[in-house]
């Protein structure tokens, strides 16, 4: 498709986004998906409900906060200008978005179209760190704050990125990847620390006792720009807004490129037509902002409609339900993990019911499929039918699902308005009712990887091949079966077992190792390890325990093997593949 003229400086993305042929087929059947000429994406959500809602309208809740009285379901969240220090307003959010801009371009030469790092937990200055990179016109590559620095270094190498803004607890690993980066094509990258010791967290930036904060933290770089204007750069809808990377089978992560148009999109199909997001909602949830689930969740949902959302830095399930009693949650984002562990927590009432609960109205339950025993359980003890759904990172968000009435326990539901979908064989050919076949989906956003020859695998035919096998029945409804490739999804993340395997023979003690996913009850997979030992290694729980402990240390530690089994030799074909399915029947 023909592209608007774009408003970067530095045209790495679109340069590199795949040819043309080789793009999925784009559909905006939906009136609301037809989106200005000129569009920036962050600009848009900000100044829709300000003009709506005016400024002082509660927009973020940081961890801690004692609320203000005002975030009730019910109620219209307006905040008091002498609001708690971690509750943001949308006058807030946009001040500090625009101070953020301003410190990238003027004090750190950033143009439009660079890229920008970004890592950090679900706080207020995350989310204004995503706002302020848009703003200047630049592309965020928004990654998990328990990546390692080699597998940051990767991202940054990939993405070309000049500018890294880390929260403390990602700034160390960030600095050891920029020193990875300075000996590789990307360069050296500048890592800019947000909210440091001594620094003031929240919209007034308060001075408080403590120690001296360091004058380069971007949070005090901020307070000396004041209130200085910024215009925000007036980028096409069909300029890229960020890359949002996933883990590749071979290990290798892919960076799917998104425009301006796709971030809104995401909220005018799922969000408007299936969550019916509204106004009164206060949202919270688990995934990281790091993840589009958590993205879209937990930030442009609510922001799309003027609603309110709880960021918890930590989201366990014992954090959830304390902040859907504290705050007056009404949409609760979270992974069938969360939901089985917070049955057992429940404590129900005079009614059935826990009346911490009281509020909840909207349960979503999204990167993996959602057992309907849990489903069940779930309705059973809140009332509450939990919208189920599947999403990619190349689609950004979720693409089928149901609500209410419409739902069906144990299926993923049925396309999205301004979405399709089908099971087809791999020749593009649709599978009958019934049959098992491969998911491929099309609609206003696709998979567009950065400079990837994967591009190919994912797209076929005009459509996104997700890797996930399904079946479709009578009434078009679809029901998960499997992943169609080696991809593991464990609690809702996605774990590349190669990627788990390069991290073991790292250790001197691993001659070989294959990674599997086995199906579990709790995490839905569990990352699973065969290992041949070198001559000599103890094959023993010892080594078990020290080979976990190691490959937290190197990759991400939610990916590590949570079982190892040491066996004489890996299943191999005749060309030295490993036969990953022949390590299932070991068990």
């Not at 043309?20 to 100044?47: G, H």
Request: proline fraction near 8%; include cysteine; aromatic fraction near 6%.
């Amino acid at each position: 498709m023909d592209l608007l003229p774009s408003a970067h400086v530095d045209s790495f993305a679109r340069d590199r986004l795949p040819a043309a042929d080789r793009w999925p087929e784009l559909r905006f059947d939906l009136d609301e998906l037809r989106y200005p000429d000129r569009l920036n994406c962050a600009v848009d959500l900000l100044d829709t409900a300000i003009a709506k809602f005016g400024p002082d309208r509660t927009c973020l809740i940081g961890n801690g906060s004692t609320g203000n009285g005002s975030t009730g379901n019910g109620g219209t969240h307006g905040a008091e200008h002498d609001h708690p220090a971690d509750v943001w307003t949308y006058g807030d959010l946009d001040r500090r978005s625009d101070q953020i801009a301003h410190v990238l371009t003027h004090d750190l030469g950033v143009v439009s179209g660079n890229r920008v790092l970004l890592c950090g937990p679900n706080s207020p200055w995350t989310v204004a760190c995503w706002f302020g990179v848009l703003k200047a016109g630049a592309v965020v590559v928004t990654i998990a704050p328990l990546l390692r620095s080699e597998e940051i270094a990767t991202v940054a190498d990939i993405a070309q990125v000049s500018v890294a803004l880390c929260a403390p607890g990602c700034d160390a690993e960030a600095a050891k990847a920029a020193e990875i980066a300075a000996g590789t094509e990307a360069g050296p990258m500048r890592v800019l620390t947000f909210g440091g010791p001594g620094s003031g967290s929240g919209p007034a930036s308060d001075p408080g006792s403590g120690p001296a904060p360091d004058p380069d933290d971007l949070v005090e770089r901020c307070a000396r720009v004041g209130d200085q204007a910024f215009e925000p750069v007036r980028t096409s809808q069909d300029d890229v807004a960020m890359i949002a990377f996933t883990s590749g089978t071979t290990g290798r992560p892919k960076g799917c490129l998104h425009f301006h148009r796709d971030v809104l999109a995401i909220a005018d199909t799922f969000a408007k037509h299936v969550l019916k997001a509204r106004p009164d909602d206060v949202f919270t949830g688990s995934p990281p902002l790091g993840f589009t689930f958590g993205l879209g969740g937990l930030v442009i949902f609510p922001l799309r409609v003027g609603a309110a959302t709880v960021l918890l830095e930590r989201g366990s399930p014992e954090a959830l339900l304390a902040a859907v009693e504290k705050h007056g949650v009404s949409v609760l984002f979270t992974a069938p993990t969360a939901y089985r562990a917070m049955l057992a927590m429940l404590k129900p009432g005079p009614g059935g019911e826990d009346p911490r609960l009281r509020t909840l109205r909207r349960c979503v339950s999204a990167g993996e499929s959602m057992p309907a025993e849990i489903w069940r359980a779930w309705q059973a003890a809140t009332g509450i039918r939990v919208i189920d759904g599947i999403g990619a990172t190349e689609l950004l968000h979720i693409f089928i699902s149901a609500a209410d009435d419409d739902i069906r326990p144990g299926s993923t539901g049925r396309p999205v308005p301004g979405w399709q979908a089908a099971v087809l064989d791999a020749e593009g050919h649709p599978v009958p009712d019934g049959e098992p076949g491969l998911l491929a989906v099309r609609g206003p956003v696709g998979c567009r990887y950065l400079a990837d020859e994967r591009q190919s695998t994912y797209v076929r035919h005009g459509w996104n091949y997700t890797g996930d096998t399904y079946i479709r029945d009578e009434d078009g409804y679809y029901w998960y079966q499997a992943r169609s490739d080696d991809m593991i999804i464990s609690s809702g993340y996605n774990i590349a077992g190669p990627e788990v395997e390069n991290a073991l023979l790292r250790h001197p003690a691993v001659l070989e190792a294959g990674v599997i996913g086995v199906p579990d009850p709790d995490r839905g997979q569990l990352v699973t390890a065969f290992v041949v030992l070198q001559p000599g290694a103890p094959a023993g729980q010892a080594t078990v325990k020290e080979l976990q402990e190691f490959v937290k240390l190197r990759i991400a530690p939610y990916k590590y093997p949570r079982a190892v089994h040491f066996i004489e030799a890996l299943p191999r074909n005749t060309n030295g593949k490993l036969q990953r399915f022949k390590l299932r029947d070991l068990l």
